[in-house]
């Protein structure tokens, strides 16, 4: 059940980075929902590898081919079947790493758990697993913005030391995101990120990066206490994500070194509901939405696979030096942002679901 996420809007993703293909299947998906091919490929297209000079140059199209669960242009409320093909893999690129467990990456894991891996390419731990989350999660968004109006929009906020200028939740499109190739709305940072990822790049070394991600129009409600709170779901759904270390939401950390006084968001009227002056609840409170931005952040880690080579042991335990071919991206950020909104948007859409079967 492990590749399952979601319980009324639920996807389940298979595939492993040099086999035939990748997919999921999502089930749930509400009827008649206009829906075609490019609705999930616009969102595939700013995931895929050799998008840009800072991420790997593994060449794939990731063309998704809709194979169930649609007519005429329109969603039927059965699984909907998306595949992908893996069309430019070198499994000669992974030799050394059959007898050599990546430091960091999750061979030594993999092999541990069920005794046998896909040593090439790294199987289910590959980054080619989220295309599957990355196309229900467009087709989750669809729902969401056209039936709820709710917006979704992650950006790059950090890489290594380099942070990004305050952006307005409020404002923040995807046009202005991906103005720079990093996927960061502050120019000036975006062109040091984008230096320091070709120099790393260069080098054959790896850096890491905060993606923060906005939901607008988010009806109150949503979220279900106590185990299912939209936070939990979202940190889990976040730290899904490969290469996560990290997940807050609001105030987060930061929360823990200020006053009540100073972090308790004032209620104001807001048309019809009752708002908050500032936000540091992150747009939850007591698992549960409160019609503010849901602002969150998510921590990811320098990617494991570096070119340099490395002092490590094989899977004997005896001394050994990996020297790691392949391609691989210097840093996931720019390409980590799209997979934030599509698990967003698959978290969303699940707890929306399921508020509104509470209604009587
Ligand atoms: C978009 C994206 C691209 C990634 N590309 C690489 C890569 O090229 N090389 C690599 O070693 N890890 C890459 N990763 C991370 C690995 O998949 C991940 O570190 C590995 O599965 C181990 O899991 P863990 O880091 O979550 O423990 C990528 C992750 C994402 C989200």
């Not at 968004?141 to 990004?164: C, T």
């Not at 200028?165 to 720079?180: E, G, L, N, P, Y």
């Not at 950390?253 to 972090?263: D, E």
């Not at 708002?275 to 320098?302: C, D, M, Q, Y």
Request: with cysteine; hydrophobic share 35%; proline share 6%.
């Amino acid at each position: 059940m492990s590749s399952t996420f979601g319980s009324l809007l639920r996807v389940t993703t298979f595939g492993e980075s040099h086999c035939k293909g990748v997919g999921a299947i999502l089930d749930g998906c509400p009827p008649k929902l206009a829906l075609c091919e490019e609705d999930i490929q616009k969102q595939l297209d700013r995931r895929r590898p050799g998008q840009s000079r800072l991420s790997t140059d593994r060449q794939e199209s990731d063309q998704v081919t809709i194979m169930s669960g649609i007519e005429n242009g329109f969603t039927l409320g059965t699984p909907i079947g998306l595949f992908v093909a893996n069309k430019d893999h070198i499994p000669g690129d992974y030799q050394a790493m059959r007898f050599i467990p990546r430091p960091s990456h999750a061979d030594y894991t993999y092999q541990m758990k069920y005794g046998i891996r896909a040593a090439s390419g790294g199987g289910r731990s590959s980054a080619r697993e989220t295309i599957g989350r990355e196309a229900a999660g467009a087709i989750a968004e669809k729902y969401l913005q056209e039936r709820h109006n709710v917006e979704i929009v992650a950006w790059v906020s950090s890489v290594g030391p380099i942070d990004a200028a305050d952006v307005s939740v409020d404002s923040i499109d995807r046009t202005s995101v991906d103005q720079t190739l990093v996927r960061c709305p502050d120019p000036i940072a975006a062109e040091q990120m984008a230096a320091r990822i070709s120099q790393l790049k260069e080098a054959g070394d790896s850096i890491g990066g905060v993606v923060t991600c906005v939901a607008r129009n988010v009806p109150v409600g949503l979220g279900e206490p106590i185990f299912d709170k939209l936070e939990a779901k979202l940190a889990q759904a976040m730290l899904s994500i490969p290469a996560t270390k990290g997940f807050e939401i609001g105030s987060g950390f930061s929360g823990a070194r200020m006053q009540g006084s100073a972090h308790n968001d004032p209620f104001v009227p807001k048309g019809e509901r009752l708002g908050t002056i500032t936000n540091n609840s992150g747009g939850v409170l007591g698992g549960i939405s409160n019609g503010e931005p849901i602002v969150f952040r998510v921590a990811f880690k320098p990617p494991a696979t570096i070119a340099q080579p490395q002092q490590t042991v094989d899977f004997e335990g005896q001394p050994a030096i990996l020297e790691a071919k392949g391609r691989h991206d210097p840093c996931v950020v720019p390409r980590a942002v799209p997979i934030v909104e599509a698990m967003t948007a698959l978290t969303l859409g699940d707890l929306l679901l399921r508020q509104r079967m509470r209604r009587a």
